[in-house]
């Protein structure tokens, strides 16, 4: 699952975080943030800061129980959050009250420094700690790693996110987008994530319909991911050990941001073949 190196996408978290700052700094900050439907602007920025804290709180805990977000923030009191709610939920009050704090409020006005900090202390405990750190995750190893990985993940789809709001679309690094397609597959089909997705993946198709997933000109990496989508939950099986029913294949740059719905399945450089149906009733009803 982690065939790049963890100071390369440490190296990933630097670059995409600098590039989803300047961006955010020019964005008024009420614009609407297109694929986060209800959040504008000052709510992403918000958002990451917030993720950002959590990452390093955790790595900086020692501790390899899951402590909620909230714990690592400031002026946002317990009472004030309902650890019951789904995820989504739970993010999205998270959020709201994140932006009336002091720090929330300096984003708001467009001033990121408090982002840009809260990325840099991520990178310096992940990169003072190693991959192997013990912290909690909700895969694989207890070991920092997982958080190298999701920073990159979340710094490189929000930067886009980011770009979208001044009509500017970039381009990801192909070999780490691969990466973090796998890693985003590998958390779908982990039991202990359904947690932290929406809900609406209980009611995901699973009647044993799969997905070819395919990074076209791979970088050393898989290349390749079969999803299973069985009654029992998806799974990942060995590609060319059953026929898919749909297969999707694309470069990794798109690739990524296809799974993470920022792109449609029909546009430039997305080649799906198979059972549509298949693929839109998935990205329909997964998303983080």
């Known amino acids: 699952m982690y065939w790049i190196d963890h100071h390369r996408l440490c190296d990933e978290i630097r670059r995409q975080s600098e590039y989803l700052t300047t961006a955010l700094a020019r964005v008024r900050s009420g614009t609407p943030v297109l694929d986060c439907p209800g959040w504008s602007a000052a709510d992403l920025a918000v958002h990451l800061h917030a993720g950002f804290t959590w990452a390093a709180g955790l790595l900086d805990s020692g501790s390899v129980d899951f402590r909620p977000p909230h714990v690592f923030l400031r002026d946002i009191p317990d009472d004030e959050m309902d650890l019951d709610a789904p995820w989504p939920a739970y993010v999205d009050v998270l959020t709201r009250a994140h932006t009336k704090s002091p720090v ?17 202390v991520l990178l310096d405990a992940l990169e003072s700690g190693g991959p192997d750190r013990p912290v909690w995750t909700c895969l694989g190893e207890q070991r920092s790693r997982f958080w190298g990985a999701w920073g990159a993940m979340e710094a490189s789809i929000h930067r886009l996110d980011a770009e979208a709001m001044l009509g500017v679309t970039p381009t990801l690094d192909r070999d780490v987008s691969e990466q973090l397609v796998g890693f985003f597959l590998a958390i779908v089909t982990e039991p202990a994530s359904v947690a932290f997705f929406d809900p609406q993946i209980t009611r995901l198709r699973t009647s044993g319909e799969r997905i070819l997933v395919r990074a076209l000109d791979s970088g050393g990496g898989p290349g390749e991911w079969l999803l299973h989508l069985r009654p029992a939950g998806p799974v990942l099986l060995e590609p060319g050990s059953a026929r898919p029913d749909v297969t999707v294949e694309a470069p990794g740059e798109i690739l990524l941001p296809l799974l993470k719905r920022r792109v449609a399945p029909t546009a430039p450089g997305i080649r799906v073949t198979g059972d549509g149906d298949v693929l839109l009733d998935y990205l329909t009803h997964v998303f983080s």
Do not use: F, T
């Open 104 to 120: 929330g409020v300096r984003i708001a006005e467009r001033n990121m420094e408090p982002l840009d900090r809260a990325a840099a």
